[in-house]
């Protein structure tokens, strides 16, 4: 079907000249929920103990954690209640910066329990008592840095993003007496995908040191943990509004890799290779990883990363299941491609007038980064202190990225070569390079069985939603040749499997076709149909194209507020014109 058979009728409403849009009643508010609080009862106990009133509450990653089961201090209670405790929590920070990230939920039955869920569109605020050991020295700025309190899904979301939660500054007063603290979820639910604020489960916290503080590990405690309900049911939604691009504009083939989900800055969209036998450099005398990049974020998106992750299988084996696997695991080849810019500034004086240019300039840049022995964390990935410094580096770790190179943009062909193993070549689409060598003892740590990941992860709540279109992978030169073109491909088999926070964010346009049609959300129960010709309210031959009636239904996935399906040609009633509407289910 060519696109000169799609004119300017190619949508219609009563005039056909634009889209039809046909919308049943929205969907009816849930029942109010009242406040929530967890006061941390004691149970009867007069000594630390774990399960009661903390069943659910886990150290969940960070500072060498891994679903810690957490204890209540009967001794410290917020309003003096002999009968109540509190939670408390042992952070062991150290000189690097870390995190450690715990949490509870709403069952409170034990790690992990979602069976008791909320509706956060009901809630307004969230509120806890926090009090630090006495004597916990304070930061440069005289206080207790910062925490930020959360609350996130029964899909556990990747480590409960917390970067649409506000963090609270804990003052000085806090090591002496009880300090209350009461933040705003407006922002959460301005931004959370509708379908997750109805699935609600857990209730998080995350106190870090990458500020540079606390360099020693941190005791406090933390009572009557709440969420505060509105008291009333929020207003009906909108009805979705249907949009499509115009005929000129079809889906570009290849891998399309979309960041889906809204608070969650850090998740990965990835895949990685079903096998991990013959890919690694180790042993190998001229290896090379290369792909083309077809489409790439511009620099409004700050920090937004197109990665490959070159990571050795574990002995549990569960590396190509492990969403973060770059931080998990203890060895990690951490490459990635990112746009930059640099502005030039000139002054010119004419005739004593003085005037000043300033020039951006655009670029890519690949950087090279890797971390070796260190489970759970990514200090040594990101870290930027000498090795020399052994205050602040204690492990001596090198000063990252060890190795760089720009090209004019991020798009186009990249690639990394290891040559007798430990020799590193990174090769820019122009053809510009950069040589660095790897130590031999760090090098050989990447040998098979090896996986092999290709993604994107935002890094920044405004490049949430955004894509990168790949053409191409390849790897030349190891025991094992990978040579994939993603412009004919249709399905990840046998090459790659999914490792994504959300499997529905990698999409593959085949040859052919296709556009890209969107919709807002909420949509529950809407489905997509098309008809060839308008012929009267009854007499127009529709055919659904998504949802469980459809005879063929093309998949359908949320982008941050928007839910996206990718329309084939083929999928078209009509020839020379076609029509589309969103119809709610009877």
């Avoid at 790439?296 to 070159?310: I, K």
């Avoid at 930027?384 to 798009?411: D, E, F, I, K």
């Amino acid at each position: 079907m060519k696109l000169s058979i799609f004119p300017k009728r190619w949508f219609a409403t009563a005039v056909i000249t634009s889209l039809a849009f046909f919308f049943g009643a929205p969907s009816q508010a849930q029942p109010v929920t009242t406040s929530y609080t967890n006061t941390f009862d004691a149970g009867g106990n007069t000594t630390p103990f774990t399960g009661g009133s903390v069943a659910s509450w886990i150290y969940w990653y960070g500072l060498n954690y891994n679903n810690t089961k957490m204890t209540n201090d009967p001794s410290m209670d917020a309003q003096g209640d002999p009968n109540s405790g509190s939670l408390m929590v042992y952070l062991p920070f150290g000189k690097t910066g870390d995190q450690g990230v715990f949490f509870g939920t709403f069952g409170n039955k034990g790690g992990y329990d979602g069976s008791v869920t909320i509706d956060a569109t009901f809630y307004t605020n969230l509120a806890f008592d926090i009090h630090f050991a006495p004597n916990t020295p304070l930061n440069s700025a005289g206080n207790l840095g910062a925490i930020t309190m959360s609350i996130f899904p029964n899909t556990w979301e990747n480590g409960g993003d917390f970067s649409l939660f506000s963090s609270v500054t804990i003052p000085a007063s806090a090591t002496n007496g009880w300090f209350h603290a009461v933040t705003s979820i407006t922002n959460f639910l301005a931004k959370e995908p509708s379908d997750m604020l109805t699935k609600i489960a857990g209730i998080g916290f995350d106190y870090n040191s990458y500020s540079g503080y606390p360099t020693n590990p941190v005791t406090f405690w933390i009572d009557n943990v709440s969420v505060i309900s509105a008291g009333a049911p929020p207003p009906p939604p909108p009805a979705p509004t249907l949009s499509a691009p115009p005929p000129s504009q079809p889906a570009q083939r290849g891998l399309n890799l979309f960041t889906t989900s809204a608070s969650s800055q850090y998740n990965r969209y990835s895949l990685v290779t079903a096998d991990d036998v013959g890919y690694t450099y180790v042993g190998q005398s001229n290896v090379t990883y290369s792909w083309n990049i077809a489409s790439f974020p511009g620099l409004a998106y700050s920090g937004y990363q197109q990665h490959v992750f070159l990571i050795p299988a574990s002995a549990t084996g569960s590396v190509s299941t492990e969403n973060a696997a770059d931080y998990t695991e203890p060895n990690c080849i951490f490459i990635t491609v990112q746009a930059g810019s640099t502005t030039t500034t000139t002054t010119v004086s004419n005739a004593g007038v003085v005037s000043t240019n300033s020039v951006t300039n655009l670029f890519g840049v690949m950087n090279f980064r890797y971390k070796t022995n260190e489970p759970n964390g990514n200090g040594m990935i990101f870290n930027g202190t000498s090795p020399t410094n052994t205050a602040s580096n204690p492990n001596g770790w090198p000063v990252q990225p060890v190795g760089s190179v720009r090209g004019p943009s991020p798009l186009g062909t990249w690639s990394v070569t290891f040559n007798a193993t430990t020799n590193v070549i990174l090769t820019a689409p122009n053809g510009s390079n950069t040589t660095f060598s790897l130590d031999p003892v760090s090098a050989l740590l990447f040998s098979d069985p090896l996986y092999v990941f290709v993604g994107v992860q935002p890094n920044n709540v405004s490049a949430e939603g955004q894509s990168t279109i790949l053409n191409n992978f390849s790897i030349t030169g190891s025991l094992t040749p990978l040579s994939d073109d993603f412009t004919s491909d249709s399905s990840l088999s046998p090459i790659w499997t999914m490792d994504s926070s959300d499997t529905n964010a990698i999409q593959f346009v085949p040859p052919g076709t296709n556009y890209w049609f969107s919709w807002t959300t909420p949509a529950v129960g809407y489905d997509l149909r098309t008809a060839g010709a308008l012929k009267g309210s009854t007499n127009t031959a529709w055919a659904l194209l998504t949802g469980p009636n459809a005879t063929n239904p093309v998949p359908v996935f949320r982008n941050l507020v928007t839910e996206m399906a990718l329309i084939s040609s083929t999928n078209f009633a009509g020839t020379n014109q076609a029509y589309f509407q969103l119809i709610k289910d009877q």
